[in-house]
């Protein structure tokens, strides 16, 4: 049977066909949709945890108990589970365990570019690296017997183009789940000094054991087709290498990035004249080359900038000779913006007219940051926009308290906002914390989390009470607003900020998308009241435009938030 | 055979979604090596979007490059031009003339230029526009928007007429098919 698949529908695939007992992951674009196909199957327990660390260490405790255990985290999600990842290193597995991580060269939907690998080598952990669907399917079922027969957690490598891409997948025979048996071994996995350190030398052979089978196994490959030029790629870079160079050129296809061959690399070194490494982001594979003592040109020709595509290397080797057209007038830039009727405009407008410093965080709402609302001042990961209001009010004092505060989901509140709040009550700062709660993880596409009462299959879960987790976490002030409602948001902003104690406010209204949302019929400008102010214009909702000098609202796009007809002074907007 | 590459742009939420599951998989059916490939997350909301698919013996590269697309089919016509570039000398675009500003021109920022498509056809590109909207609502809903301009681009492909009627049936909720068929035949015999 074959199937056209997503990348991380194929990874999901061979996680099942592979025997996958537990899977936990949080979600992050773009390794969202392996979790939420495997959701679909049955014969696994899946679930959406609240951050990277807990899925990782969820999965560990699945591997402990001999079940084939996976995570599925985007390229940041990494730096929240490396804790667990690095000592996992040293106990090992029972049963198999596969980590999936996704990069996002060209940052498409991330904020910033790192390079998993670093992770492999610094964790001494395999990782593997597929081009296609097909071989993420291939790679993702044979991962657990890695994992197994080397007792190692296995890094899956993704990026963007290898998770979102169709391509087509021949399935082989799926192997039943089984569960080892577990029997206490405090030597392999309690971690403590006396036992770690007797691990670390089981680490260090490992590698080297590891190393001996990338020399000869099925990740690797090697075309010879020319003795003048020999390219060494992986993942995406192959695919693009291929589309241009095709037969003319030998390659050397990685696909185990952690550990790197030796004698294979020095074999395929020895039998070209002239040695490339084609890799995307960091020089790792060139780096290796080169501790051979191999010359080899790499970053220098292939930026460690941004995605590659099969024009950058028909450039590199001057055999680039297509040229596009394109018109004269100038294409204005159409970015991603907040939706009609985002509950999160009215909160950020306010925000925005009383000036107000804003710390923001991961999530739809990072588009508050886009004009005309202008409303960010901040955004640098996963919770920091509480931890970050809390150093820039202890660093400025009162003045920064009256006039600063921090938004955050209500998931990424869940994921590491809660420890920030924590500090604030603690260390006692006059912050003032705004938990945009749409109830659901948005920006990846509509998941569920602790506080939306629902679990991943959509089955009624315990539902975190935000009103009283902020109050045990030592905050007196919590309030809710909707958002819908410009005066409340005002009213609650200005007293929050006025108040000497740290307070919370909770701006909650269901994300407009959500199906159980129930749109309002569209608005209408008066023409002949509308007197051309534009204070509408300035809530950036892209259901309203100026045409011929009046306001005009697009009946397809509006769904009667009603937030715009608070702000029009001459009632115009019915 | 030569890999072809279809590119589908238009904004978010627009269905190319759809459009690209439809091709796809109706090449994959007729035997062809196929990738389609498309972005999600950020680009979503509003902002532009593409796909690319490509088939072909064998199609090694998911995306797109300047100069390569045999036909861009854009919903709307600023993406048409935006991506223009991507276009082969004898390629065609297949485009929706509806008009969506994005945030930079309704802000006042930038300007949704006049006459777009004229511009890209005095360059000597090969442009077919259809009010696909309209047509779209005439089949039953505007969301068919995407099918009338995949019934539009069909001839293009060697590929025939009843084969992507099942391809519909075969994609599309049960409900929506004879909608779509009907969004279909109004692109095609446009």
């Given at each position: 049977m074959k199937k056209l698949l997503i990348g991380n529908q194929a990874v999901a695939c061979g996680l099942h066909d592979g025997g996958l007992g537990v899977v936990s992951s949080y979600p992050g674009t773009p390794s969202t949709e392996i979790t939420e196909f495997l959701s679909k199957y049955d014969d696994i327990h899946s679930e959406w945890a609240p951050n990277e660390k807990v899925a990782c260490e969820v999965a560990f405790g699945a591997s402990l108990a001999g079940a084939r255990s996976s995570c599925a985290m985007k390229h940041v999600g990494l730096n929240v589970a490396a804790d667990p990842l690095f000592t996992l290193s040293y106990t090992g597995v029972n049963g198999g365990m596969v980590i999936c991580v996704?990069?996002?060269?060209?940052?498409?939907?991330?904020?910033?570019?790192?390079?998993?690998?670093?992770?492999?080598?610094?964790?001494?952990?395999?990782?593997?690296?597929?081009?296609?669907?097909?071989?993420?399917?291939?790679?993702?079922?044979?991962?657990?017997?890695?994992?197994?027969?080397?007792?190692?957690?296995?890094?899956?490598?993704?990026?963007?183009?290898?998770?979102?891409?169709q391509s087509i997948v021949e399935?082989?025979?799926?192997?039943?789940?089984?569960?080892?048996?577990?029997?206490?071994?405090?030597?392999?996995?309690?971690?403590?000094?006396?036992?770690?350190?007797?691990?670390?030398?089981?680490?260090?052979?490992?590698?080297?054991?590891?190393?001996?089978?990338?020399?000869d196994c099925m990740y690797?490959?090697?075309?010879?087709?020319?003795?003048?030029?020999?390219?060494?790629?992986?993942?995406?870079?192959?695919?693009?290498?291929?589309?241009?160079?095709?037969?003319?050129?030998?390659?050397?296809?990685?696909?185990?990035?952690?550990?790197l061959p030796v004698q294979l690399i020095k074999d395929f070194a020895s039998k070209v004249k002239k040695l490339y490494v084609i890799e995307e982001l960091d020089p790792i594979i060139e780096n290796h080359v080169k501790s051979l003592g191999i010359?080899?040109?790499?970053?220098?020709?292939?930026?460690?900038?941004?995605?590659?595509?099969?024009?950058t290397i028909a450039k590199a080797f001057d055999m680039d000779n297509k040229v596009g057209v394109t018109a004269d007038s100038e294409i204005p830039m159409r970015p991603p913006m907040?939706?009609?009727?985002?509950?999160?405009?009215?909160?950020?407008?306010?925000?925005?007219?009383?000036?107000?410093?804003?710390?923001?965080?991961?999530?739809?709402?990072?588009?508050?940051?886009?004009?005309?609302?202008?409303?960010?001042?901040?955004?640098?990961?996963m919770g920091a926009s509480i931890s970050g209001l809390h150093g820039y009010n202890a660093a400025r004092g009162e003045e920064a308290e009256k006039k600063s505060v921090a938004v955050i989901g209500d998931s990424t509140?869940?994921?590491?906002?809660?420890?920030?709040?924590?500090?604030?009550?603690?260390?006692?700062?006059?912050?003032?914390?705004?938990?945009?709660?749409?109830?659901?993880?948005?920006?990846?596409?509509?998941?569920?989390?602790?506080?939306?009462?629902?679990?991943?299959?959509?089955?009624?879960?315990?539902?975190?009470?935000?009103?009283?987790?902020?109050?045990?976490?030592?905050?007196?002030?919590?309030?809710?607003?909707?958002?819908?409602?410009?005066?409340?948001?005002?009213?609650?902003?200005?007293?929050?900020?006025?108040?000497?104690?740290?307070?919370?406010?909770?701006?909650?209204?269901?994300?407009?998308?959500?199906?159980?949302?129930?749109?309002?019929?569209?608005?209408?400008?008066?023409?002949?009241?509308?007197?051309?102010?534009?204070?509408?214009m300035g809530l950036g909702c892209p259901a309203i435009s100026m045409k011929d000098g009046k306001a005009k609202i697009d009946n397809t796009l509006c769904v009667g938030c009603g937030v715009c007809k608070q702000l029009c002074a001459f009632d115009a907007i019915v | 055979?030569?890999?072809?590459?279809?590119?589908?742009?238009?904004?978010?939420?627009?269905?190319?979604?759809?459009?690209?599951?439809?091709?796809?998989?109706?090449?994959?059916?007729?035997?062809?090596?196929?990738?389609?490939?498309?972005?999600?997350?950020?680009?979503?909301?509003?902002?532009?979007?593409?796909?690319?698919?490509?088939?072909?013996?064998?199609?090694?590269?998911?995306?797109?490059?300047?100069?390569?697309?045999?036909?861009?089919?854009?919903?709307?016509?600023?993406?048409?031009a935006?991506?223009?570039?991507?276009?082969?000398?004898?390629?065609?675009?297949?485009?929706?003339?509806?008009?969506?500003?994005?945030?930079?021109?309704?802000?006042?920022?930038?300007?949704?230029?006049?006459?777009v498509l004229s511009e890209l056809t005095d360059k000597g590109l090969n442009v077919e526009a259809m009010d696909a909207l309209s047509l779209a609502i005439e089949a039953g809903s505007p969301k068919a928007v995407n099918i009338v301009l995949m019934g539009r681009a069909a001839k293009q492909f060697d590929i025939p007429y009843e084969r992507w009627i099942n391809a519909i049936e075969n994609t599309v909720a049960e409900r929506f098919v004879e909608m779509n068929k009907k969004a279909f035949d109004l692109g095609y015999n446009f």
């Open positions: 996704a990069d996002d060269p060209a940052k498409h939907s991330s904020q910033n570019e790192q390079d998993s690998r670093h992770y492999a080598i610094a964790s001494k952990v395999p990782m593997l690296e597929p081009a296609d669907s097909q071989e993420a399917y291939t790679f993702a079922k044979s991962a657990f017997e890695l994992s197994e027969k080397y007792d190692t957690p296995v890094i899956l490598r993704m990026c963007t183009r290898i998770a979102h891409s399935f082989s025979e799926k192997q039943e789940a089984v569960l080892k048996n577990y029997e206490k071994n405090p030597q392999k996995y309690i971690m403590m000094p006396g036992n770690a350190i007797k691990r670390h030398p089981f680490v260090e052979e490992r590698t080297a054991k590891l190393t001996e089978l990338a020399e690797n490959t090697v075309e010879y087709n020319s003795d003048e030029i020999g390219i060494i790629t992986s993942g995406c870079s192959y695919l693009y290498v291929k589309e241009v160079m095709g037969d003319s050129a030998s390659i050397l296809k990685i696909g185990m990035p952690n550990p010359e080899v040109v790499g970053k220098e020709k292939f930026s460690i900038l941004g995605e590659f595509s099969q024009q907040m939706c009609a009727g985002c509950p999160h405009r009215g909160m950020f407008y306010t925000l925005s007219k009383n000036k107000i410093t804003v710390h923001g965080d991961i999530g739809c709402y990072t588009l508050g940051a886009v004009a005309p609302l202008n409303a960010l001042d901040s955004t640098l990961c509140f869940m994921h590491s906002g809660m420890t920030g709040l924590v500090n604030v009550a603690y260390n006692a700062t006059n912050s003032t914390v705004i938990i945009l709660d749409n109830s659901i993880t948005g920006m990846t596409g509509h998941q569920q989390n602790p506080t939306t009462g629902y679990n991943i299959k959509g089955d009624p879960a315990a539902k975190v009470d935000l009103e009283a987790l902020c109050k045990a976490l030592g905050i007196n002030r919590v309030r809710v607003v909707d958002p819908y409602d410009l005066k409340a948001c005002e009213t609650a902003v200005k007293e929050e900020l006025a108040v000497e104690e740290p307070s919370v406010i909770i701006s909650r209204r269901p994300c407009v998308l959500l199906k159980s949302v129930k749109l309002q019929p569209s608005l209408n400008v008066d023409a002949d009241k509308c007197k051309s102010c534009k204070r509408c | 055979m030569e890999t072809k590459s279809i590119m589908i742009v238009g904004v978010g939420g627009q269905g190319s979604l759809l459009a690209s599951k439809l091709l796809g998989r109706l090449l994959m059916d007729e035997g062809y090596d196929v990738k389609v490939s498309e972005v999600h997350g950020m680009s979503q909301r509003g902002g532009s979007v593409v796909t690319y698919v490509r088939f072909g013996d064998k199609v090694y590269s998911p995306i797109i490059t300047e100069g390569e697309a045999d036909i861009i089919i854009s919903f709307e016509k600023l993406e048409a935006r991506y223009a570039k991507f276009l082969k000398n004898d390629g065609l675009i297949v485009v929706n003339t509806q008009q969506i500003d994005p945030m930079p021109v309704i802000i006042g920022a930038a300007t949704y230029p006049e006459d």
